[in-house]
Each structure stands twice: as C-alpha cells, then as structure tokens.
C-alpha cells in the first residue's frame, strides 16, 4: 500500500486492551470524539488506513506472521539464540507462553473495522457510493482477521455485526463451531464481493482491497475448510464448546472441495490477472527466472492480486540475507535442505528426492537426473554467469526458481557493486561457519526477495512488492481442488498446475510423470510439492502442512544440513545432523495454538483446544 501506508502514521491513538469486554469499548486518546472523527474526510481515511494496518504482516518472517516460515520444514535461519521459534520447533511452548500469539490484537482490530463501518456514514464529504465501498473494505478486513484467528487457534468467538457499545461478560462466551466460523466469513467476504471495485484506478490507491482480492482470500479460506484439519480429522471430534456442541466436522464433507473449486474459478475467470512474464530476455531459463523473480521486484505487476510496497526502510527481509563476507551481511534466512532438494529438475521436470533413509540421506527418484555426489568443474550460473564456479552436482540442471531463490555454497555473490566475490560457507570459506554468531548453517542462503541490481555493500537494499495474494496460489489452489473433489476434474488440475510449471521452464506435469493420469494421489502428493517450491517462503508452507495434516510427519526429527564444520570445499557438501542442533517436534497438540493463559484467566469458560 503507499497512500494507505503513509497516511496509516497519523491515525487516531487507539488503546490496547487489556480485557475481553473492552474488546468492543471505543476509547480514543486524543481530543476528537467519534463525531469530529467522521466528520472530515481526511480523518475518516485515516481511521481506514488504521484499520488497514491490523492486517498481518506475513514480509515480517522474525516477530510478525511471517514468522511461520522458520517455524516450519522449509526453513532453517542461521541464528540459535534470541529467537522464538526454536521454542516453537522443539515443542518448548505452551498457553503461558507469549510468542506469536495474536488473539488480543486481531480481535481488537476487529473492533476497529465494526467502528469504522458503525460510523463511517455520519461523514459528510464523502459521497454515499465512495461510503459503501470503504465499509466494504474494512468488512472485508474483519473478516480476514476472523480468518486468521481461525487458522491458528481453530473456531473462535464470531462478534459480527454486534454494536459495539454492547456489553460482553468474559465468563459467558465460547467458541463457535468450525461451520459456524467459516459459514460467516464466507458471507462476509460475499457482501464486500458485490460492492467493491474491479481495479484500483488511482496509482496512488494501489494496495487498497478489491474484488479481486476479497475472491482470492475466499479461494484460500474455502481451501482450507475443504482440507482434513478443518474437515472431519478425528482427533478434534469429540470437542464440544459449553453448549454441548462438538466444535469441529464430525464427518468429511467432500461439498468443500467443490465450493473450493468454484470460488477459485470464478476469481481466474474474471480474467483481471495473468502470471507474470520477464519480455526482455531470450534465453528460455534466464527467461523463466526473472519472471518469477519479477513477481517480487515488477511493483503492482499483473500476479499480484493485492500487495504491499516495500522501501529500504523495511527491508530486514533483505538486510539478514548476505552472508558475513558482505558488508553487514547475517547470514540469517536460510532454506532448509529439505527445500532445496525438493525444486525439480530443469530437463526431466521431476521432483528428484522422494524420501529420506535414517540417516537423512536422500532416497533419489533414478529418473529425475539428480546427483547428490560429485562437482560440476565449470558451471557457469544462469543469471550470475560472469564467473564460472567449481558447483556441486546437485545444484546443476535445477529449476529455475532454484536459481533466482537459493544461493548455494560455492556460487557468485549476486550484487556485484563491489567487484565479484564467491561465497564459501565451510569452516575458513570465504564466509565461513562458526558454531555461534551469525552465518550460515544450512549450506545455502535465501535470495528471491533481493534484486541482482542493488549494491548491498553500499547500503542499497532496494525495494518490493509483497504479494498477499497471487495469481499462482489460485492456479495451485484451483489445481487441489479439481484434484479432490467428488466429481474430480484431473483435465483442469494437470491444466493450471502446468500453467505455472510452464512460468518455470518445466514441461507439463504429465509428460514428466506419465503415470500420474488417473492417479489421484500421486497427484496430490506433486501439487503440494509444487507449492513448496512456488511460494516458498511467502508463509504458505506452515499453514499448507497443517490444514493437510501432513506436520507431524514433515515438521519431525534432526535438522539436516551440509557438513560447513569441514575444513574445505568438498567435505562441506556431506550431509550432517550435528550443525544445526536440537531436534523437531510436532504433536497433533500442535496443529493448532493453545488459548493464551490471559485469555482463559477471562473467559473463563472458554473450550481450550486438543492437548493444550
């Protein structure tokens, strides 16, 4: 956002709160009352813009929403102290503890939009039209925090249109059913779909909600009511709330699927969106990296379906990449291993690794053309080609989103503002491993959301755009539920999981594995890979693996890393268990967040979820 997102610095002061009843309570801190407020233009856009900025900050991936990328098997950041995920990875948390929790401050920008949309209507400088559709915008918003409520902590208490001046004892609420949760934020979602615009058409609005946007958090809400977590898993059947009803599904509804379907369709119908697409380049992988790269660093471009514009000034996403031999390099966000062996191969189109052995060692897919040992002696890089490179044989013939996303052990730094530097992550490498302190521990670092053309060591760290929401997503969402529903469509599915495989460089996903026609699982099994490696650390992994109910099988066990405790090139690329301590734990308890102990001290009636 940039109007929205400059002008969200001068809203009206609003308290924290410190109770469930004042969730509801106005109480601004300033002279103007609720009537001075919306009497002016200027002040109603700015309470807006306040009620804008309660979305989740998923750019954020250390304290904000994003932080589900470490906390999740795609990751694996460098730092092993200060940081709260690692409480979160090892199972060390519980109702008492603080981290992540979200509860108090969604609820209370709930509030904000229901007191928006209660007085929005006394201004008299905006027209009654222009009105409609800002009510709508922050509908949308609280309904999106009710969402986001729920897929953390599962059904919660739906307030809705309730005045906000009305009283609510603590001791007498609990939680509405899964049904009743996502019954409402669909119908929610559905009126601000009839009111709001197709296309933001002044540049200076360009972040604000649209059609478009409330259809792609409706596909991903459907999505994931259509998934087992939300959809008859067993372990959550025999919760009841105080009025003796069992909160979650108590059998599968395979109708999800479809209503899944359907929504995606109709947002990919409105043919508002494209997937974007480099023009200025001819070789076909340079071609299919810098338009995946573009999605990120081409502002407002056509797969964006709503995002956020980011400067310099906030762009620790960017500053923790460089490693220590750059200037004010960290060394900090990382790919995990498993990430990285999971991007396919660029000839064959398959996924080369299909398990792993107790060792941790990569169980090869013989047909993919991985190797997993040996050196390629002159490797010249698809984009960063000004040096060849000494390359490991499994960073040879990958995809193209591996290259514009990973930065190996061994490969040209890419900001070449300070002549040309390759980048070694071993113990007395040219940014070597140390067992504390920041660098790399995984044996790889993570660089789509820094552009090649900054000069990092000069302190330019550029500026993006964050996708909320994407075109692919809705493709590999639409792909899932053709996949899965009763009257299962594989034509479509095959159809828009290649749309965006063909954006890679890869063949259609039938001619790499022939046998995937008719076989709905394996199926299955390849798109949530595809999404692995398409939204890699866009916060979707986290989120995909529970509501699959895959976590308790992918979120287990050591950390595996390249061995960077060896003393040269070559020994560094084994694999190793010890570098990167602890090991993960994930429990059906873990599927979803315990209540926060401060909640449950209120609302004293309130149903606690499994295992907490």
């Known amino acids: 956002m940039r109007k929205l997102s400059l002008i969200a610095g001068i809203f009206l002061s609003v308290s924290v709160f410190t109770s469930c009843s004042d969730y509801l309570s106005v109480e601004l801190q300033n002279a103007l009352t609720l009537e001075e407020t919306f009497n002016k233009r200027s002040t109603t856009e700015s309470y807006l813009a306040q009620v804008y900025s309660f ?32 409480n979160m990875n090892n199972g060390s948390w519980g109702p008492t503890t603080g981290s992540y929790a979200t509860w108090k401050n969604s609820y209370t920008g709930i509030n904000q939009a229901t007191i928006f949309m209660n007085n929005v209507d006394k201004n ?12 709508a915008e922050a509908r949308f918003i609280r309904a999106f925090l009710y969402f986001n409520l729920l897929r953390k902590y599962g059904p919660v208490y739906i307030w809705g249109d309730m005045d906000t001046d009305m009283s ?27 009111l709001l615009p197709t296309t933001i058409t002044e540049e200076a609005w360009a972040g604000r909600v649209t059609k478009g946007a409330v259809l792609a958090a ?104 460089p490693p220590r031999v750059i200037k004010e390099g960290y060394g900090g966000y990382a790919p995990s291993l498993k990430l990285v062996d999971t991007y396919p191969m660029a000839e064959s189109g398959r996924y080369p690794v299909i398990g792993y052995d107790d060792t941790g060692y990569p169980v090869i897919d013989p047909k993919s053309g991985y190797q997993e040992e040996g050196f390629t002696p002159a490797f010249v890089h698809p984009v960063d080609n000004w040096k060849p490179v000494r390359a490991h044989n499994s960073t040879v013939g990958r995809d193209a989103r591996f290259y514009a996303s990973v930065l190996a052990n061994g490969f040209n730094w890419y900001n070449r503002g300070s002549g040309d530097k390759v980048v070694t992550f071993h113990t007395g490498g040219t940014s070597g491993y140390q067992a504390s302190g920041d660098c ?145 734990v994930f429990e059906k308890k873990h599927y979803f967040f315990p209540i926060n102990q401060a909640q449950l001290n209120e609302m004293k009636s309130f149903t606690q979820n499994y295992g907490w």
């Open 55 to 86: 979305l989740p900050n998923e750019m954020d991936l250390v304290s904000g929403e994003g932080s589900v990328v470490p906390r999740s098997d795609e990751a694996m950041f460098s730092w092993l102290s200060g940081v709260e995920w690692l």
């Open 124 to 135: 008299v400088e905006i027209g009654t039209a222009e009105k409609e559709v800002m009510k």
């Open 168 to 194: 609510i004892r603590p001791e007498s609420i609990d939680r509405n059913t899964v049904d009743e949760n996502f019954s409402f934020i669909f119908s929610e979602f559905d009126k601000c779909i009839a």
């Open 218 to 321: 409706k596909t991903r809400a459907t999505l994931y009511a259509a998934r087992p977590l939300f959809n008859g898993a067993e372990h959550l059947r025999e919760m009841t709330n105080k009025e003796g009803k069992k909160i979650f599904p108590q059998t599968v509804d395979a109708g999800k699927w479809e209503l899944a379907a359907n929504t995606a369709k109709a947002l990919i119908d409105m043919n508002q969106y494209s997937l974007y697409t480099d023009n200025t380049e001819a070789d076909p992988m340079r071609k299919a990296i810098k338009s995946y790269q573009g999605v990120f660093f081409k502002f407002w471009n056509s797969e964006v379906i709503l995002g956020r514009w980011l400067g310099a000034a906030n762009g620790w996403v960017v500053r923790a990449n």
């Open 440 to 584: 790399v521990k995984a044996g790889y670092l993570w660089r789509r959301m820094s552009d090649p053309s900054n000069n990092t060591e000069n302190g330019q760290w550029g500026q993006f755009c964050w996708p909320l929401f994407r075109l692919a997503e809705i493709y590999l969402s639409y792909a899932e539920a053709c996949n899965e529903k009763a009257q299962r469509n594989e034509t479509d599915a095959l159809l828009y999981i290649n749309k965006v495989r063909n954006r890679s460089g890869l063949n259609n996903l039938q001619v790499a594995y022939p046998e995937i026609i008719g076989n709905k699982s394996l199926l299955r099994e390849l798109i949530q890979k595809e999404r692995m490696v398409e939204m890699a650390f866009e916060s979707h992994r986290y989120h995909d693996a529970r509501t699959w109910m895959i976590a308790e099988k992918e979120f287990v066990g050591p950390n595996y890393t390249r061995n960077l405790s060896a003393t040269n090139y070559d020994d560094s690329w084994k694999r190793s268990s010890t570098i990167f301590p602890g090991v993960r």
